[in-house]
């Protein structure tokens, strides 16, 4: 311990970056301490042996969380390049004590993140060599300090992360330095006199936090005398190497709020370790730095060779002549701007004129894949967690579905027992709350029986088990709980309904009596014919859903006939109440909804059923009270059934297109009935009377009149395919004789023949057929 001023040695570091951990590393080796300190929860000192178990692989995080309430939690994030990493591995290595002496968590998570004193690391806490007052619970009017940024600024540097590189990031390559202490010492006078100038920032955070430091290095004294080394911010040398009384200190300790805590270790990523993702103590470049840490020897060229080797996987041309003249360029950057090798900002450079042709777009997919990074850390199987997360290890690995933290596409067939397996699980999970994957829509078959997720692992999913622990200890046991919770909490039908549905998809058939019975209840008591109107679909999907999975859904069956009948008898005096624009196109929204269910239903009486739906959009088609968005909806929706002949069509066209009828209102009557995407143009296409009368009634519209409406017709129009726009304008343009304006009913447009030909019409039965087959399949 010769060499250095009297007492511990005290190591200030910045948390994330190799030179630091390599530095780290040397002082450690050259001063030998009999004991090792670090800036950490002490409640993960059971955890520090893991560190050791070869199932450990770094990034991972230290997890603390209130027992009671998991979701009040903090990370301590470490990668192979932390010093806090570096300074554990080498006490257990040459097995010397290591212990964490920061503010425990039971008290920082006791603290709310906003209040006054919010003590505590964790992930967005402390930021190491930037000062207080820019990580979370910063005290209100704290001074916002970044030693970094201003050391930085003396040292005639623009950019701090730049000059951070210089002075410490590749201080010495990656071989030791002759004097690994002398950055530290240096390093800790500059904080000291920032802090004389500036203080601790305000910010009582920090002196609680260093108080508690302080004293857990009272007692190591103790036990080791001054022969122990402390790995913390920079910021807090000055604060850790001022003298103190132990009273003083315990004054500001005393009265803490306490809450009991849990710890474990857990799978880290280093795009969360990136500072754009929020992280208080984050850095720029995680992938980079990983690099640096690993490269023992000539990391420019090593990482160019791993660009060239990235966009040769996304087939652009670059040849080994490329990397040579890159590595060239960027050596010629650094000597320029003096720097002693070339950093990050070098190296893109280059890579941006020498192999992605000065474009950008390439350089952003060399950002994201390698200068970040999707590397997802591993914790060993030993390290404690919440039953609920064993349960679901185990299926994970089961049903070979693997957490990583990129993007990654799962296709499902749910005939396939495995892949219906893992389609429950990520159900459960949902309903759960852990939204490791995500439903998005299939590029090919649209079946009830292909499912497509996009799945991420964030390290944030590992709080969300904890907290879900509290409803069970498997993922099918704590589904069905939170379901049951949730059925006897929802405070409208739609909630329930969609909850059913959500059952159904997840398997969970225990859950279902206590839906059920909330389903029946809220039915019975819901008057709103809208919110009765969106609840059915949801039903209708869950039946059919529990047909594709083989659940047992004919329960739901029951309540919803007698939720559609409720709907038939409530909706007509719904429509006829004077309803507003708004008000009718939802409910214009809910009779497509409902008409498309009670279609799906497959339940006692469902042919009366459809009877009796079939009279209901009857007699909203003919009544003049019923808004005309709603009344040519109704008409369109019978004519596609068969239920409404075109004759009948044509008398209700023309009643609404009447000159007595408001030019508003017919243009609602041809919204609803010819709406894009509802196959309306192909309609018109092919029926040249309902075209002759829109016609008709077009041109006799009022100029004044024609400006009110012409939105809504826009609107129509302009849902309809390009395709179906030119037929409909060259119809319309061949006007008497050749096309819909003048021309007799029953009689065809040019190029068609007057009546239908059996024989030719037949002949396509057989391949209509077979397309219909396969599209079913």
Same mark, same amino acid.
Do not use: N
């Given at each position: 311990?010769?060499?250095?001023?009297?007492?511990?040695?005290?190591?200030?570091?910045? +948390?994330?970056?190799?030179?630091?951990?390599?530095?780290?590393?040397?002082?450690?080796?050259?001063?030998?301490?009999?004991?090792?300190?670090?800036?950490?929860?002490?409640?993960?000192?059971?955890?520090?042996?893991?560190? *050791?178990?070869? @199932?450990?692989?770094?990034?991972?995080?230290?997890?603390?969380?209130? #027992?009671?309430?998991?979701?009040?939690?903090?990370?301590?994030?470490?990668?192979?390049?932390?010093?806090?990493?570096?300074?554990?591995?080498?006490?257990?290595?040459?097995?010397?004590?290591?212990?964490?002496?920061?503010?425990?968590?039971? +008290?920082?998570?006791?603290?709310?993140?906003?209040?006054?004193?919010?003590?505590?690391?964790?992930?967005?806490?402390?930021?190491?060599?930037?000062?207080?007052?820019?990580?979370?619970? #910063?005290?209100?009017?704290?001074?916002?300090?970044?030693?970094?940024?201003?050391?930085?600024?003396?040292?005639?540097?623009?950019?701090?992360?730049?000059?951070?590189?210089?002075?410490?990031?590749?201080?010495?390559?990656?071989?030791?330095?002759?004097?690994?202490?002398?950055?530290?010492?240096? $390093?800790?006078?500059?904080?000291?006199? $920032?802090?004389?100038?500036?203080?601790?920032?305000? +910010?009582?955070?920090?002196?609680?936090?260093?108080?508690?430091?302080?004293?857990?290095?009272?007692?190591?004294?103790?036990?080791?005398?001054?022969?122990?080394?402390?790995?913390?911010?920079?910021?807090?040398?000055?604060?850790?190497?001022?003298?103190?009384?132990?009273?003083?200190?315990?004054?500001?300790?005393?009265?803490?709020?306490?809450?009991?805590?849990?710890?474990?270790?857990?799978?880290?990523?280093?795009?969360?370790?990136?500072?754009?993702?929020?992280?208080?103590?984050?850095?720029?470049?995680?992938?980079?730095?990983?690099?640096?840490?690993?490269?023992?020897?000539?990391?420019?060229?090593?990482?160019?060779?791993?660009?060239?080797?990235?966009?040769?996987?996304?087939?652009?041309?670059?040849?080994? *002549?490329?990397?040579?003249?890159?590595?060239?360029? #960027?050596?010629?950057?650094?000597?320029?701007?003096?720097?002693?090798?070339?950093?990050?900002?070098?190296?893109?450079?280059?890579?941006?004129?020498?192999?992605?042709?000065?474009?950008?777009?390439?350089?952003?997919?060399?950002?994201?894949?390698?200068?970040?990074?999707?590397?997802?850390?591993?914790?060993?199987?030993?390290?404690?967690?919440?039953?609920?997360?064993?349960?679901?290890?185990?299926?994970?690995?089961?049903?070979?579905?693997?957490?990583?933290?990129?993007?990654?596409?799962?296709?499902?067939?749910?005939?396939?027992?495995?892949?219906?397996?893992?389609?429950?699980?990520?159900?459960?999970?949902?309903?759960?709350?852990?939204?490791? =994957?995500?439903?998005?829509?299939?590029?090919?078959?649209?079946?009830?029986?292909?499912?497509?997720?996009?799945?991420?692992?964030?390290?944030?999913?590992?709080?969300?088990?904890?907290?879900? =622990?509290?409803?069970?200890?498997?993922?099918?046991?704590?589904?069905?709980?939170? *379901?049951?919770?949730?059925?006897?909490?929802?405070?409208?039908?739609?909630?329930?309904?969609?909850?059913?549905?959500?059952?159904?998809?997840?398997?969970?058939?225990?859950?279902?009596?206590?839906?059920?019975?909330?389903?029946?209840?809220?039915?019975?008591?819901?008057?709103?014919?809208?919110?009765?109107?969106?609840?059915?679909?949801?039903?209708?999907?869950?039946?059919?859903?529990?047909?594709?999975?083989?659940?047992?859904?004919?329960?739901? @069956?029951?309540?919803?006939?007698?939720?559609?009948?409720?709907?038939?008898?409530?909706?007509?005096?719904?429509?006829?109440?004077?309803?507003?624009?708004?008000?009718?196109?939802?409910?214009?929204?809910?009779?497509?909804?409902?008409?498309?269910?009670?279609?799906?239903?497959?339940?006692?009486?469902?042919?009366?059923?459809?009877?009796?739906?079939? *009279?209901?959009?009857?007699?909203?088609?003919?009544?003049?009270?019923?808004?005309?968005?709603?009344?040519?909806?109704?008409?369109?929706?019978?004519?596609?059934?068969?239920?409404?002949?075109?004759?009948?069509?044509?008398?209700?066209?023309?009643?609404?297109?009447?000159?007595?009828?408001?030019?508003?209102?017919?243009?609602?009557?041809?919204?609803?009935?010819?709406?894009?995407?509802?196959?309306?143009?192909?309609?018109?296409? +092919?029926?040249?009377?309902?075209?002759?009368?829109?016609?008709?009634?077009?041109?006799?519209?009022?100029?004044?009149?024609?400006?009110?409406?012409?939105?809504?017709?826009?609107?129509?129009?302009?849902?309809?395919?390009?395709?179906?726009?030119?037929?409909?304008?060259?119809?319309?343009?061949?006007?008497?004789?050749?096309?819909?304006?003048?021309?007799?009913?029953?009689?065809?447009?040019?190029?068609?023949?007057?009546? $239908?030909?059996?024989?030719?019409?037949?002949?396509?039965?057989?391949?209509?057929?077979?397309?219909?087959?396969?599209?079913?399949?």
């Amino acid at each position: 311990m010769t060499g250095r001023t009297a007492g511990p040695l005290l190591l200030g570091v910045r +948390h994330h970056g190799p030179g630091s951990a390599r530095a780290v590393r040397a002082a450690l080796d050259a001063a030998r301490p009999a004991a090792v300190l670090i800036e950490g929860p002490p409640e993960g000192d059971a955890l520090l042996p893991l560190a *050791a178990d070869p @199932g450990m692989r770094p990034p991972v995080a230290l997890l603390a969380h209130a #027992a009671d309430d998991p979701g009040r939690a903090a990370f301590w994030p470490l990668a192979d390049f932390s010093p806090e990493w570096a300074a554990i591995r080498w006490a257990q290595e040459g097995e010397v004590p290591v212990r964490f002496i920061d503010l425990p968590a039971a +008290h920082s998570l006791a603290v709310p993140e906003s209040g006054e004193g919010a003590a505590g690391g964790g992930e967005g806490g402390d930021r190491d060599g930037e000062g207080p007052g820019e990580g979370h619970g #910063a005290a209100p009017g704290s001074v916002r300090l970044d030693p970094l940024g201003m050391l930085a600024e003396t040292a005639g540097y623009d950019d701090p992360e730049r000059w951070w590189e210089d002075v410490v990031e590749h201080r010495g390559g990656s071989r030791p330095t002759a004097d690994p202490l002398g950055v530290f010492e240096a $390093l800790g006078e500059a904080m000291g006199a $920032l802090r004389e100038e500036y203080g601790a920032g305000g +910010h009582h955070r920090d002196l609680v936090r260093e108080a508690y430091m302080r004293q857990r290095m009272r007692a190591a004294r103790r036990e080791f005398g001054d022969d122990y080394a402390v790995v913390c911010g920079a910021w807090h040398v000055p604060a850790l190497r001022e003298k103190t009384t132990a009273a003083a200190d315990k004054a500001l300790l005393t009265g803490l709020p306490k809450v009991k805590v849990e710890t474990t270790w857990v799978p880290w990523t280093h795009r969360r370790l990136a500072r754009a993702g929020g992280y208080g103590a984050g850095i720029t470049s995680p992938g980079w730095y990983a690099h640096l840490f690993a490269a023992r020897d000539r990391p420019v060229e090593r990482w160019l060779t791993k660009v060239a080797g990235l966009l040769r996987e996304e087939d652009r041309h670059v040849s080994p *002549a490329h990397v040579i003249e890159a590595v060239r360029l #960027a050596d010629t950057l650094a000597a320029m701007r003096g720097r002693p090798v070339p950093g990050l900002t070098e190296t893109l450079e280059a890579v941006r004129a020498v192999m992605c042709d000065g474009s950008d777009i390439p350089l952003a997919l060399i950002e994201d894949r390698l200068v970040v990074g999707d590397v997802l850390g591993e914790v060993p199987d030993a390290a404690p967690v919440v039953p609920l997360q064993r349960d679901l290890t185990r299926q994970q690995r089961s049903l070979r579905i693997k957490p990583e933290a990129q993007d990654r596409e799962l296709e499902l067939d749910l005939r396939k027992d495995t892949d219906a397996a893992k389609s429950l699980l990520l159900h459960r999970l949902r309903l759960l709350g852990i939204d490791w =994957g995500v439903p998005t829509a299939s590029r090919g078959s649209t079946g009830t029986f292909r499912e497509t997720w996009r799945l991420r692992w964030e390290p944030e999913l590992a709080v969300r088990v904890a907290e879900a =622990g509290i409803w069970g200890t498997t993922v099918l046991g704590a589904a069905t709980a939170r *379901a049951e919770a949730d059925a006897a909490g929802a405070g409208e039908l739609g909630e329930v309904t969609a909850l059913a549905e959500r059952c159904l998809l997840a398997g969970l058939s225990g859950a279902l009596p206590a839906v059920l019975r909330a389903l029946a209840d809220r039915a019975a008591l819901d008057t709103d014919v809208a919110g009765l109107a969106k609840a059915l679909p949801a039903l209708a999907r869950s039946l059919r859903y529990g047909d594709v999975r083989g659940t047992d859904a004919a329960a739901l @069956g029951t309540v919803a006939a007698g939720l559609a009948e409720r709907i038939c008898v409530a909706l007509p005096p719904a429509c006829a109440a004077g309803l507003d624009a708004d008000a009718a196109q939802e409910l214009r929204g809910h009779v497509d909804g409902v008409h498309g269910a009670i279609g799906l239903l497959e339940v006692v009486d469902a042919d009366g059923l459809r009877e009796r739906w079939a *009279a209901v959009l009857r007699t909203l088609a003919g009544r003049d009270t019923v808004p005309g968005l709603i009344r040519g909806r109704a008409a369109r929706l019978l004519l596609d059934d068969g239920r409404l002949p075109p004759e009948e069509t044509a008398r209700l066209m023309g009643l609404s297109l009447s000159p007595a009828c408001a030019p508003a209102e017919a243009a609602g009557w041809i919204e609803g009935f010819a709406g894009g995407g509802s196959g309306g143009g192909t309609l018109l296409v +092919h029926d040249e009377r309902l075209l002759g009368l829109i016609d008709g009634w077009l041109v006799s519209v009022p100029e004044r009149a024609f400006v009110d409406v012409l939105p809504l017709l826009r609107r129509t129009f302009g849902g309809y395919e390009a395709g179906v726009r030119r037929s409909l304008g060259e119809l319309v343009r061949r006007g008497p004789g050749g096309g819909p304006a003048g021309v007799s009913a029953g009689a065809a447009p040019a190029g068609f023949g007057s009546e $239908l030909d059996p024989v030719r019409a037949d002949a396509v039965v057989d391949l209509v057929h077979l397309l219909l087959a396969g599209a079913r399949g």
